[in-house]
């Protein structure tokens, strides 16, 4: 919600239901399905594109770890990100997720 150019957030209550909306049984065999499509997606990836996804994202190193062990500059491994984020967003069927 908007007023004068601000953004204003609305705090809801209990959302009873929605709370534990992915705690049901299925949960383990939805995150196995998307695991699938994410490890599908990044094997399309350039490998220097998804070495620096793996070690950024699921490694958790920091753009001058990736780039050190590249041995590239940390602007080349953002570009490098940058490029494989853009590619994994039109790989991965996001609205089939959201859904």
Not at 27 to 40: F, M, N, Q, S
Not at 62 to 86: M, N, P, S, Y
């Given at each position: 919600m908007?007023?004068?150019g601000e953004l204003i957030e609305l705090v809801s209550g209990d959302m009873g239901d929605f709370d534990s909306a992915l705690d049901g049984a299925d949960t383990p065999v939805l995150a196995g399905c998307i695991r699938d499509l994410v490890h599908d997606a990044l094997r399309l990836l350039p490998e220097i594109q998804r070495t620096v996804v793996v070690?950024?994202?699921?490694e958790e190193k920091?753009?001058?770890e990736v780039a050190r062990a590249l041995g590239r500059t940390e602007g080349a491994v953002k570009q490098l990100q940058v490029r494989a984020v853009r590619r994994l967003?039109?790989?991965?069927?996001v609205d089939a997720l959201l859904n």
């Amino acid at each position: 919600m908007e007023a004068a150019g601000e953004l204003i957030e609305l705090v809801s209550g209990d959302m009873g239901d929605f709370d534990s909306a992915l705690d049901g049984a299925d949960t383990p065999v939805l995150a196995g399905c998307i695991r699938d499509l994410v490890h599908d997606a990044l094997r399309l990836l350039p490998e220097i594109q998804r070495t620096v996804v793996v070690q950024r994202f699921f490694e958790e190193k920091t753009v001058a770890e990736v780039a050190r062990a590249l041995g590239r500059t940390e602007g080349a491994v953002k570009q490098l990100q940058v490029r494989a984020v853009r590619r994994l967003a039109t790989l991965l069927p996001v609205d089939a997720l959201l859904n």
